[in-house]
């Protein structure tokens, strides 16, 4: 299929090495976040959430920050291997106010490349 | 436990039809959600949909409309299709909506649109 992430920002990494991938959101009142993976071809896939009332979360091999001061969250993948090749997105959740509904933005997506 | 279905995954449509596309939610996932993927725009929220209701709805024109069976299994329509319409669409299903559950997503449907 095609390649929905053509014109993304390119982190490349040596295999083995720790990668981070960065997200700027966007609303304060934003109050879950997750990270997801996107092979070419495939839909998101769940890496890691986080609530705001956390500011670290591990999982296996990935760590993701939230820095509420700054809107900022990022992922760590620790010893990058060639599988780990993909689109990274975060996205924030916004409740709305209403009874269980929210909103969901995502970020534009970063493409970690491995180096062998 | 199967995963999240969508169907067709791949298809054509000339400007001015209309398309309908198909999301099979995972087993005892009542919430349903809707996106579009373009190499433009991103991942973008259409709506979701929660016991047969439109809970919440994205910036999208009135061309996009959705609908969720009692069994949760959910459809979108888009209407009157325009060349930028083509995208990625993608299902994603959890179990009682977009807050604080795991959301899955489906392989989604490619359209294309000539």
């Known amino acids: 299929g095609e390649s929905v992430g053509l014109h993304l920002p390119t982190l490349s990494v040596q295999e083995g090495d720790n990668s981070i991938i960065n997200c700027a959101y966007s609303?304060?009142?934003?109050?879950?976040f997750i990270w997801y993976k996107q092979e070419s071809g495939k839909g998101p896939q769940f890496i890691i959430d986080?609530?705001?009332?956390?500011d670290k979360r591990q999982g296996q091999r990935v760590t993701v920050l939230l820095n509420k001061t700054v809107k900022h969250l990022s992922l760590q993948i620790a010893a990058t291997q060639p599988g780990d090749s993909a689109v990274y997105f975060c996205?924030?959740?916004?409740?709305?106010?209403?009874?269980?509904?929210?909103?969901?933005?995502f970020g534009s997506g970063t493409r970690l490349s491995i180096r062998p | 436990k199967a995963g999240v279905t969508q169907t067709p995954r791949y298809l054509i449509k000339t400007r001015g039809q209309q398309v309908t596309l198909s999301c099979s939610p995972i087993?005892?996932?009542?919430?349903v959600s809707w996106y579009q993927q373009t190499p433009g725009q991103g991942l973008q929220f259409l709506f979701e949909?929660?016991?047969?209701?439109?809970?919440n709805k994205g910036n999208f024109p009135g061309r996009f409309s959705g609908r969720q069976f009692s069994n949760s299994r959910s459809e979108m329509n888009v209407s009157t299709l325009e060349l930028g319409d083509s995208a990625l669409y993608l299902c994603?299903?959890?179990?009682?909506?977009?807050?604080?559950?795991?959301?899955?997503f489906g392989e989604g449907s490619w359209l294309t649109v000539v």
């Open positions: 994603a299903s959890s179990q009682t909506g977009l807050q604080g559950n795991t959301i899955y």
């Open positions: 609303n304060s009142a934003s109050d879950y």
């Open positions: 986080i609530r705001s009332n956390m």
């Open positions: 996205a924030e959740i916004i409740p709305t106010g209403y009874s269980s509904a929210s909103k969901i933005i």
């Open positions: 087993s005892g996932h009542r919430s």
């Open positions: 949909y929660f016991s047969e209701t439109q809970r």
